[in-house]
């Protein structure tokens, strides 16, 4: 259940611009809006069908909305884990994702002491990015430090453990990502064996050609290498989408089209995590986008969203991390964010 609870004049007002604007889940992303919004939850207005996109049960699961904290790491270095996690609860999160465990954090803290304040404030540890690779021995990626990452995600909890780096370690080629999706292979195995998903976030990179064979889409090579009882995927939906606009022609132009939500759909289990970015469409921008609070922009959540929980079996399979690389104020995003996502309604 949602924990937010007073009515938002201008989540109304969002809402209804979503509605006008009739966009589907592959339009593009969003001027960044920095307009502050009162404390909210649309989640009780909503329910009676009064905003919204219908009188149906919400869109989104129950006990599954997240934030991934690099959204908040201004916040987190600033105040400290503790009232950042205060906040989260106060606007109706479920889940947190880590993007390292200190972040700069005001004082030292400890996993054990991470993991109690996490759970006091109604807050589920749900996952965490670890850098994939790196030239420094010690560094503290999969490839240097697995035993030490994995030990750490185990103290906390965590149920996934990933990386969002891209599998670029070897190169571009068709063989480098089969290299690097068989140390995917290694990773998911460990994770694995310690009750744990071991995952990949991806970028719009993801999605261009093999330098050796332009006619491959190196992410098919990632999904065909990799084994999908070992390794998972985080799709961030907004460079899923940037990938689309970049990479649906080849190199020579011929058109090679795709769908990010069919990646999804055709293999569901594959994919636990999402990141929810939102956007509205920018096509002098290289990549597409520009990113904006959730509700903001084009992508039509409620469509993709619904699109996955309604397969059969699926509702509850799936973790929706909201998050901004660069929000303009962070409790804001993440206050918006969430009061939107709880409004959305299943269409009757």
Not at 50 to 72: C, E, K, M
């Amino acid at each position: 259940m949602s924990r937010i609870s007073q009515p938002d004049p201008e989540l109304t007002h969002r809402l209804t611009r979503r509605g006008m604007l009739g966009v589907a889940a592959g339009a593009t992303a969003a001027a960044l809006l920095g307009a502050a919004a009162s404390p909210a939850g649309a989640a009780t207005e909503t329910a009676t069908g009064t905003t919204g996109h219908g009188r149906g049960r919400p869109v989104l699961p129950p006990g599954r909305l997240g934030i991934q904290l690099y959204s908040l790491r201004d916040k987190v270095s600033t105040l400290g884990f503790a009232p950042v996690f205060a906040e989260l609860e106060k606007y109706g999160y479920d889940e947190v994702e880590f993007a390292g465990y200190t972040q700069g954090s005001a004082g030292p803290i400890t996993l054990a002491q991470l993991k109690r304040l996490a759970r006091d404030h109604g807050l589920n540890p749900i996952g965490s990015h670890v850098g994939y690779y790196a030239d420094d021995p010690n560094a503290y990626t999969f490839a240097q430090n697995l035993t030490k990452v994995l030990d750490d995600a185990q103290a906390l909890g965590l149920k996934h453990i990933g990386t969002a780096s891209g599998p670029f370690r070897y190169g571009s080629t068709v063989d480098a990502w089969k290299r690097a999706a068989e140390e995917f292979n290694t990773y998911g195995a460990a994770a694995k064996a310690r009750g744990m998903k071991f995952y990949q976030h991806n970028h719009s990179e993801e999605f261009s050609f093999a330098t050796d064979n332009p006619k491959v889409r190196l992410y098919d090579v990632l999904l065909r290498e990799t084994d999908p009882d070992l390794v998972f995927l985080e799709m961030d939906i907004f460079w899923a989408y940037s990938g689309q606009f970049r990479f649906s022609k080849r190199p020579d132009g011929t058109p090679a089209p795709f769908e990010p939500l069919n990646y999804v759909l055709r293999q569901p289990h594959r994919y636990p995590l999402f990141h929810v970015k939102d956007g509205v469409s920018d096509p002098a921008n290289t990549y597409g986008y520009r990113m904006t609070d959730v509700g903001d922009g084009d992508i039509d959540y409620q469509k993709f969203i619904s699109a996955v929980t309604r397969l059969r079996g699926e509702r509850l399979a799936h973790h929706w991390q909201a998050e901004h690389d660069q929000p303009a104020e962070s409790f804001t995003f993440a206050r918006r964010s969430s009061a939107y996502l709880h409004s959305l309604r299943e269409k009757c």
